[in-house]
């Protein structure tokens, strides 16, 4: 009986050592995706696609590129969708950076993050899925209620504030027709309100707050492996 007991005590305290490990370990990703210093020049690189973007403009997007990266990690390192033009640029220029890309991602991530393209809600329910986690950390990411949100998260509104003509565009107001709204560039208005929907993909993995429990979110990504999709 005695040695039942010390069992069960050994297995708590290593269950504890694991959940502290991974906090700290999670703390330290995330302290350095937020301090880390983009290569020279990647910024600039972004003018050949957006050309009217000044300093001001890339820095945003610069901050947009974090909020992105930081949903991955707090996800659970889960598949995850791109849904803004102008970030899924520059995220697209900072792969070209080769040893600097593979660096950043070995010590954010523990792992290589493939691209995958900007995506809107739509029949790809694994793209859906990705595209609502990164909602739903991004608005924790500004402590915003991921499901009674009063405004956009960085991530969704960059591409209306920067007046990208090919960017995607959300509105909290979900009353008018969904893909149907018009703003000034004719561009088609999403429903951000269905970010907090199952309804399109009926899962809410990596969504919570387990990321920051003993395992970091090693849970991994779905049928991806180290993060999926290709340029």
């Known amino acids: 009986m005695s040695n039942l007991i010390d069992a ?5 305290m290593l269950a504890a050592l694991a959940k502290g490990w991974g906090w700290w370990r999670t703390a ?3 302290r350095f995706i937020r301090t880390y210093s983009f290569p020279d020049g990647l910024l600039e690189r972004l003018g050949k696609h ?5 300093g001001r403009d890339r820095h945003l997007v610069a901050r947009g590129l974090r909020q992105f990266f930081i949903a991955y990690l707090r ?3 889960k598949f995850v969708s791109m849904p803004s033009q102008a970030v899924d640029d520059l995220w697209h220029e900072f792969i070209l950076y080769t040893r600097h890309y593979q660096a950043f991602c070995r010590k954010a991530f523990g792992r290589f993050l493939h691209h995958t393209p900007a995506a809107v809600l739509g029949a790809n329910r694994e793209s859906n899925a990705g595209l609502r986690r990164v909602w739903w950390h991004s608005c924790r990411e500004e402590k915003i209620d991921p ?4 405004r956009l998260p960085l991530l969704f509104a960059l591409d209306q504030q920067l007046k990208l003509e090919n960017g995607f565009r959300y509105a909290l107001d979900c009353h008018r027709p969904k893909r149907q709204g018009q703003d ?3 561009a088609p208005v999403y429903c951000a309100g269905d970010m907090s929907s199952t309804a399109f993909d009926g899962s809410s993995d990596g969504f919570g707050d387990s990321w920051f429990g003993g395992s970091d979110g090693d849970g991994g990504d779905s049928s991806c492996g180290g993060g999926c999709g290709g340029d």
């Open 75 to 77: 996800g659970g390192r």
């Open 50 to 54: 957006h050309p009217h973007l000044d």
């Open 8 to 12: 069960i005590v050994l297995v708590a």
């Open 147 to 150: 499901k009674k949100t009063t």
């Open 184 to 186: 000034s560039s004719s």
């Open 28 to 30: 330290q990703r995330l």
